[in-house]
Every structure is written in structure tokens, then in C-alpha cells.
């Protein structure tokens, strides 16, 4: 659904590329978090699959599609088929919870029968069942993040991305965003989600792509926040590598 | 639904900004009624001189008993004088060139002289005998003025040659100027107005960067998110366009048609209707100008 041969994202000529080399391939229908510490290339790696940028080299498949060959007047199509959340929600403050919702439909034109049809229905898929006329200060964390997800699956997109979808949220709450999402996967879509949650990625149990200063150190299936495996070779050079510019960059805050 | 989806947005945009379209609707109304004024006096001056230029004449003033100039040296024209001028307008070499003549006697020209100024006091004091009596020569070509003059004033018995039609270009000169300004004035105004569409759609298309943001990663086209924007300027345009047609057609109406028309009984001014034409051209010129500035404005501002 998803594939990455040999991406090399720089933005700053100067400093080392966010993604360098990135070799990875999602499944359709599969669950993937990825992981890694601020500014290791998780954002980036979403917004290659956006196009909302473009990669230095290296090529960039969604849906088997090169997207490097999608033309401008086409990249809306590319999008209507991946839906997007955000750690802030992104809702609309002078809508409720429906025209939230049912915005991401008009806008791409579908039919007022459609939309009145599909938006109690994916709002019931997210557990958000009588809360349409809500606005959403008067929502929950959790709750405002229902509506983000409601809305980013309403066109029935084939991939979901999430970026940090429980970075504003109690470990409770976000467990129950991710009762959702898990759901979400369950009906075939293909859900990827950047975090920094180790206790939800250890309690789900899926697949863990780690990234370390934009490569891809660890890719393992059912994995844990932290690796298992010993760290060895090349990937146990960038690791210590990596260490050491972390500590550096620590030392440097104190 | 796209549609009505469209027009709410519009309406949305619209509200949230009131001040600064109200501000793009009344630049562009005072822009574009400089351009209609400009447009209106060309009209004017078209009109005036498709009505006088077939009605001038190129007058040739024959010597009286107070004429002064050196041609009436030998005082009042000669019956003599004037057979032999009439001979001349009669001769194939001069008659080429013009239509018809009458010779107005000084009793005519006193007549003539009492309609025009009635109101006026100056009759009383003017007597028959002062005012010349005069041939009076329709063109058949108005620029050919030059060959009547050469031929006639070294003439004797004849004072002077003149020529109706350069009185009315002066009139038409002045007119020309002040639509010439009224063009300067307008450009500017034009300028003052694309450069407010321009921050009015920067500042509409910030305030409402949220709902641009998401309509972009749910896939929406590009037409759909910018459309809006576009058609906020091209609104706010067309309703000043539209007020200075309106403004136009009162000025015709009501200060051409009315007032002038009737101190000036003379004068055929353009009318309700005609001005009429202007006002597409002006709505026309309002949209394109506020739809292609809207337009270049999204192309920096907002990332599609």
C-alpha cells in the first residue's frame, strides 16, 4: 500500500537529511507504528506520503502509484484516498460535531442525502452516537480526537495516517483512541501512527518501524516501544552514533 | 450541493471580513465612476460633433461701415464686391468643395442676432447697421476650411473668414482634457482598488487558514478551496461596478437631461440609455481586475 524504495529527504543542505535511504513497505490492511524521538523523520515520512513534499531521491509508492508522477491537478485525488489526524485535533470551533464532520464530504462534493446517510454512521463507528450537535469546546480531549478521526475516515479512505493522535491525551483516554483506530484497521484500512506512546505501542502489539536521525533502525512485527533484539552491525553503529548525539544535544540543554 | 456549499462559504467570507469588502466595494464604485465619467464625456463629444460639425458653416464676413480690418479699407462692400464674390463661389474651382451657400443680409443677421441673445440686454444697444452681413457656405468636407479661407479673405469688400468648427474644437479640446484627467484619476483609484482586493483575499484566505488546511488534506480540488476566495473580490467588484452604474445613469438622467438640457437648448446630450452601454463595460472591467488580483493573491498566499 505503502512503499519507500531508497528515500533521502534534505531539507537544509547543511544539516543531515530527515530520511536517509528509507527502505520500508506497508501492507494493505496493516498496522504500523512508527517510532523515534523528535526530529528522527517520523513527520516527514507522513508528509512524503501527502506529497506535501517532495523527496530528494528516491522513490515514493502509495497505492502502487509513484506519487513523484502525480500531477498537481491530481495530488486531491491522492489525497481523498488517506485520511490525516493530528496531536491538535484541527476541528472547525464554529462547527458542531456533524458539519465537522460532514465539511470533509461537501468539500469533495458529495450529495446532502450521502452525507446525511454516511456522517451518523461513522460517527457511531468512532462511539460518538448522539453527540452530533456538540460543539466542540464542549467536548472532551478524547472526544475532539473522535471527531478528527470520524472525519479523516468519512470518505472511506484506503490509508489512515495519524501523527501523534494521543500526544494531547491521558493514557485512558488514549487507550480508547485506540480502541478506535484498531477498529478502523479491522474494517481493511491501513493505518500508520508516528508516537512517542510507549505504553500504547507496548500494550497493542503491532508493527514497529523505529526511525533514528531520518533511517530506519528497527522494523519489527508485534513488537514493543523499546527493541528486544540486541542491536548489532551497521544499525549498532548508527545507534551509538545516534546516542552520542543525543547526549551531546542534552548536555548542551543543561 | 458543491454549488450551494460554495455560495455558503462566499456568504461566510463575506460576513467574517464586512469591513474590508465594504472598503474594496466603495474604492472600486469611486474607481469606476471616473472611468464611466471619462467614457461618458468621449460619448458626449462624439454626439456633439456629429450633430454641429453638419451643421457649421464657414461664415465670410463682408466689410460694414465700422469695419476696421485692412480688407475694408475702401469701406462698406460694394454691390460690385459681392457679385464678384458671388461669381467665385459659383466658379468650378471653389464650388468643388462646397455644398450650398446663403448670403445673410446685415437685416437677417440683426434677426438672428435678437433670437440668440433675447435674454439678454446687449440687443438693445446693437443696431442693424454694425453687425455684416456675410455668405454662409456648408462644406462638403469641414477640413477643406483652409482652401475658402486663401481664396477669399485677400478679397475685397471681404472683412474676414471664419470658421465655425474651431470655436466647437476648442469646446472639444477642453472636454478631451478633462477626460484625459478623469482617466488619470481613474488608474490611480484602479490601482488603490486592486491593492485592497489584494489584502482583503490575503486576509480572508488567513482567516479562514483552518478550514483551507483541512479542505486540502481531505482532497478537495483546487477549484473548490479557491474559488470562494475569488469569487468574495469578484462580488464585492461587481456591486461597486454596479453602483457606479447607477451613479451614471443619475448624472444622465437627472443633472444631463435635466438641468443642462434645459439651459442649454442647443446642445444634444447623451442620454439615459446610452450611458446604459457603459455600465457592462465598467462591471466587466470591476470582475476581471478583482478576479485576476484575487487570483495571483492565492496563488502566494494559499498553498493548494
Known sequence: MIRFENVTKVYDTNARPALDAVNLEIDRGEFTFLVGASGSGKSTFLRLILKEDRATSGSVYVAGQNVANISSWRVPKLRRGIGVVFQDFRLLPQKNVFANVAFAMQVIGKSRSIIRETVPEVLKTVGLEGKERRMPHELSGGEQQRVAIARAVVNRPGILLADEPTGNLDPITSMGIMGVLDKINQNGTTVVMATHDDDIVNEMRKRVVELRNGVVVRDEARALYTSMIPVVGESRRMKDASDAEIDRAQGVQQ | ?304
Open chain 2, 1 to 304: 450541493m458543491r454549488l450551494a456549499f460554495i455560495l455558503g462559504e462566499i456568504g461566510s467570507g463575506l460576513r467574517r471580513n464586512l469591513s474590508m469588502v465594504i472598503s474594496v466595494v466603495l474604492v472600486t464604485f469611486v474607481s469606476l465612476t471616473f472611468v464611466g465619467a471619462a467614457g461618458m464625456l468621449q460619448m458626449q463629444i462624439n454626439q456633439m460633433k456629429g450633430y454641429w460639425y453638419d451643421k457649421v458653416q464657414v461664415a465670410i464676413f463682408l466689410c460694414n461701415d465700422s469695419s476696421t480690418s485692412t480688407g475694408c479699407a475702401s469701406g462698406a462692400v460694394t454691390k460690385e464686391q459681392q457679385d464678384n464674390l458671388v461669381k467665385m463661389l459659383e466658379s468650378p474651382a471653389v464650388k468643388q468643395y462646397i455644398n450650398d451657400y446663403q448670403f445673410e443680409s446685415q437685416a437677417d443677421a440683426f434677426k438672428h442676432f435678437k433670437e440668440q441673445f433675447s435674454n439678454s440686454p446687449i440687443v438693445d444697444s446693437v443696431t442693424q447697421d454694425q453687425l455684416p452681413s456675410s455668405f454662409r457656405i456648408n462644406m462638403k468636407d469641414p477640413q477643406k476650411y483652409q482652401i475658402i479661407s486663401e481664396t477669399f479673405s485677400s478679397q475685397a469688400g471681404v472683412e474676414t473668414v471664419s470658421d465655425q468648427r474651431q470655436v466647437l474644437e476648442r469646446i472639444f479640446e477642453w472636454m478631451n482634457g478633462a477626460s484625459v484627467a478623469a482617466m488619470v484619476v481613474a488608474g490611480v483609484m484602479i490601482f488603490c482598488a486592486v491593492l485592497l482586493i489584494t489584502t482583503t483575499i490575503r486576509l480572508s484566505a488567513f482567516s479562514r487558514r483552518r478550514e483551507t488546511g483541512i479542505m486540502r488534506l481531505v482532497g478537495a480540488s483546487k477549484t473548490v478551496i479557491q474559488l470562494p476566495f475569488i469569487l468574495e473580490g469578484v462580488i464585492a467588484a461587481v456591486v461597486g461596478a454596479v453602483l457606479a452604474s447607477g451613479t451614471l445613469w443619475l448624472v444622465a438622467q437627472f443633472w444631463l437631461n435635466g438641468d443642462l438640457s434645459q439651459q442649454f437648448l442647443n446642445t444634444p446630450f447623451i442620454s439615459s440609455t446610452q450611458v446604459l452601454v457603459i455600465a457592462p463595460v465598467l462591471i466587466a472591467l470591476g470582475g476581471g481586475l478583482a478576479g485576476i488580483s484575487s487570483l495571483l493573491t492565492l496563488r502566494r498566499y494559499l498553498k493548494v
